[in-house]
């Protein structure tokens, strides 16, 4: 095994025994003078003198960094000047070490905590093991001082090798769990509880402090969710034990397991957070909250319901700073984008998005209107809840006990001259029959709806009593879609499909393939293989044969068939076409389309 390190001319290769000798204590190899070296001015004249960056895009940097003190490269990278990967390979010529992959990298849990968190993140250091009793650490800025302060907090002698920014704080989020020390967070509560429960036998639901323990063990689930990418939340009783469950990549993993005596304090706090009533235990209850986690400023969308094993809870979470994704970055086929991005700039009509909870229409409706808003467009919505504020559109939260439902929200707007209007969801028969008004009325309407796919929305429009007629002549165009979990590029290896799979993969109409592919699992994708999601949609355009099929209450089979005959791929073609594109796996195409 070989490492290759990137000089000023030429590449090159560092035999690995050597490496291994100078980390592991066999052969004391000094780090090189480069890397005991301030890097801020030689950084900045290597990269010059490579081409990679100007004088002036240099002496940019150079000033926000003294009125910032972030590093320069960080700068760079952050203000698009260079990319992560040149500038770690700069670095690695520079200190002269080798880059290490912390993706594929088997990092040892029993030593992370040597190194503080808060050390860990100001630094940018991440340990990765123990070499004969010389402490290996990944660092984004090696340098002569870093490694005498980690000496003298470790207490060990160490050796640095070289990693990205972006790698070392992924692998400092990945392995300092929020909730490691939760074991002591719920001794602390039990011994609380305990002394309660000897002054008054029956529990009492009482507004505690924020440094208590239950307050504490919130803190660390919702912090820990927003470091693995947790969509959801799930806190559910049971007889003994109260499981914590994250939804990530569209799939629940469990976390943590919490004795059954903690569950009903855990969901008291998470209510009064919410505003909710902590006291009402039978019904079902929604709020919302904001707090900042690591920084970002999160909205937390709170529901309960009392279960045989008590309350349930499930949170999702909304990150704000988190981007919004324009039309053309959902992932649509091209001739698919093309078309869809001319019928929402139809002057009136309605679009649907249909799909299951959890299959990303809010994210395909939010790209719509960034597509369609314009100055001289008056945008509105009606969301329960805003889950991201645009600036120049009007946004409107439902408001229950204020009597503000969708239905008569959506009335409001209508006086209010709008020329676009978003329904973040068309669930009840007044909703949809004010939204079909609507769209026939000369304003453009863009909904979502829970249904399985494009066809079957079309069928739930008719089953809440809307009649045929108007469904026809309202909707243009229906989107079905769904979430797969993309193949983790860090892992991505051969396989042999079961036969199962390739019955599957055959009758869906997929083509011959010489090899499969699958991740293996590694510390990137927390050993699941997978690592974010890809959509899958299918456009249904409203033709008037389709029209004349609804008016007559034709079946979904009739429906689907001339839809196909036109020229729309469904959602099993489309995810069949990414396993052949090595996007994703047949199992997971099983998993989340199936039969559509």
């Known amino acids: 095994m070989a490492f290759k390190r990137r000089e000023r001319g030429h590449v090159d290769t560092v035999d690995a025994d050597e490496i291994t000798s100078s980390v592991s204590g066999r052969v004391e190899t000094p780090i090189p003078e480069a890397a005991t070296a301030p890097l801020k001015g030689r950084l900045g004249d290597l990269l010059v003198s490579?081409?990679?960056?100007?004088?002036?895009?240099?002496?940019?940097?150079?000033?926000?960094?003294?009125?910032?003190?972030?590093?320069?490269?960080?700068?760079?990278?952050?203000?698009?000047?260079?990319?992560?990967?040149?500038?770690?390979?700069?670095?690695?010529?520079?200190?002269?070490?080798?880059?290490?992959?912390?993706?594929?990298?088997?990092?040892?849990?029993?030593?992370?905590?040597?190194?503080?968190?808060?050390?860990?993140?100001?630094?940018?250091?991440?340990?990765?093991?123990?070499?004969?009793?010389?402490?290996v650490v990944a660092a984004v800025e090696p340098n002569d001082a870093l490694r005498a302060g980690l000496e003298r907090t470790t207490g060990r002698r160490v050796a640095m090798l070289l990693a990205s920014l972006s790698d070392v704080r992924w692998a400092i989020d990945a392995n300092y769990r929020a909730t490691s020390d939760v074991d002591r967070l719920i001794a602390a509560f039990r011994v609380v509880d305990d002394a309660r429960r000897r002054v008054t036998d029956s529990p009492v639901d009482e507004v505690v402090a924020e440094d208590a323990p239950v307050v504490q063990i919130v803190d660390r689930i919702l912090t820990q969710a927003m470091r693995d990418r947790a969509s959801d939340v799930h806190i559910e009783p049971s007889e003994n034990v109260v499981r914590v469950r994250f939804r990530i990549d569209g799939a629940l993993k469990s976390i943590l397991e919490l004795p059954a005596t903690v569950g009903p304090g855990l969901i008291s706090r998470i209510k009064v957070m919410a505003d909710m009533n902590i006291?009402?235990?039978?019904?079902?209850?929604?709020?919302?909250?904001?707090?900042?986690?690591?920084?970002?400023?999160?909205?937390?969308?709170?529901?309960?319901?009392?279960?045989?094993?008590?309350?349930?809870?499930?949170?999702?979470?909304?990150?704000?700073?988190?981007?919004?994704?324009?039309?053309?970055?959902?992932?649509?086929?091209?001739?698919?984008?093309?078309?869809?991005?001319?019928?929402?700039?139809?002057?009136?009509?309605?679009?649907?998005?249909?799909?299951?909870?959890?299959?990303?229409?809010?994210?395909?409706?939010?790209?719509?209107?960034?597509?369609?808003?314009?100055?001289?467009?008056?945008?509105?919505?009606?969301?329960?809840?805003?889950?991201?504020?645009?600036?120049?559109?009007?946004?409107?939260?439902?408001?229950?006990?204020?009597?503000?439902?969708?239905?008569?929200?959506?009335?409001?707007?209508?006086?209010?001259?709008?020329?676009?209007?978003?329904?973040?969801?068309?669930?009840?028969?007044?909703?949809?029959?004010?939204?079909?008004?609507?769209?026939?009325?000369?304003?453009?309407?863009?909904?979502?709806?829970?249904?399985?796919?494009?066809?079957?929305?079309?069928?739930?429009?008719?089953d809440m009593g809307i009649e045929s007629f108007l469904v026809a002549s309202s909707v243009i165009a229906v989107v079905g879609q769904r979430l797969l979990r993309r193949i983790c590029t860090s892992c991505i290896a051969p396989y042999e499909p079961t036969p199962e799979e390739m019955i599957f993969y055959q009758e869906s109409g997929g083509s011959e393939k010489d090899e499969f592919v699958a991740g293996r699992g590694c510390n990137f994708c927390s050993h699941t293989g997978y690592q974010d999601r890809v959509g899958v949609y299918e456009l249904l355009v409203m033709t008037p044969e389709i029209r004349r099929l609804v008016v007559g209450w034709a079946t979904q089979e009739e429906l689907r068939a001339l839809a196909v005959k036109q020229g729309m791929r469904t959602l099993r073609q489309e995810a069949i076409h990414l396993v052949e594109q090595n996007v994703t796996t047949i199992a997971e195409v099983f998993r989340s389309v199936y039969t559509l």
């Open 279 to 462: 006291v009402e235990r039978r019904r079902p209850q929604d709020g919302q909250l904001t707090t900042m986690i690591d920084g970002r400023e999160v909205d937390v969308r709170v529901s309960t319901v009392a279960t045989i094993m008590g309350e349930k809870c499930v949170m999702r979470i909304l990150d704000k700073t988190r981007s919004v994704l324009r039309l053309g970055d959902l992932g649509m086929p091209a001739d698919t984008h093309e078309v869809y991005s001319k019928l929402v700039r139809a002057p009136f009509g309605m679009v649907l998005c249909a799909g299951p909870t959890g299959s990303g229409k809010t994210t395909t409706l939010y790209a719509t209107v960034t597509e369609v808003s314009d100055e001289r467009l008056n945008v509105m919505t009606i969301e329960d809840p805003v889950e991201y504020v645009f600036p120049s559109i009007n946004q409107i939260q439902t408001n229950e006990l204020a009597g503000l439902t969708f239905a008569s929200g959506l009335k409001s707007i209508l006086r209010q001259d709008p020329d676009v209007i978003l329904v973040g969801e068309v669930r009840d028969v007044e909703t949809t029959r004010v939204a079909v008004q609507s769209a026939l009325t000369g304003h453009f309407v863009i909904s979502s709806m829970h249904a399985t796919d494009s066809v079957s929305a079309l069928h739930r429009l008719l």
């Open 50 to 135: 490579q081409g990679l960056i100007t004088e002036d895009q240099l002496a940019t940097a150079l000033v926000e960094q003294r009125t910032n003190g972030q590093r320069l490269g960080q700068i760079l990278v952050a203000s698009d000047v260079i990319s992560e990967r040149a500038l770690t390979e700069v670095l690695s010529s520079l200190v002269g070490l080798p880059v290490v992959n912390l993706h594929i990298e088997a990092i040892d849990e029993s030593i992370v905590t040597m190194i503080p968190e808060e050390m860990a993140r100001e630094q940018l250091v991440m340990p990765i093991r123990i070499d004969n009793d010389t402490l």
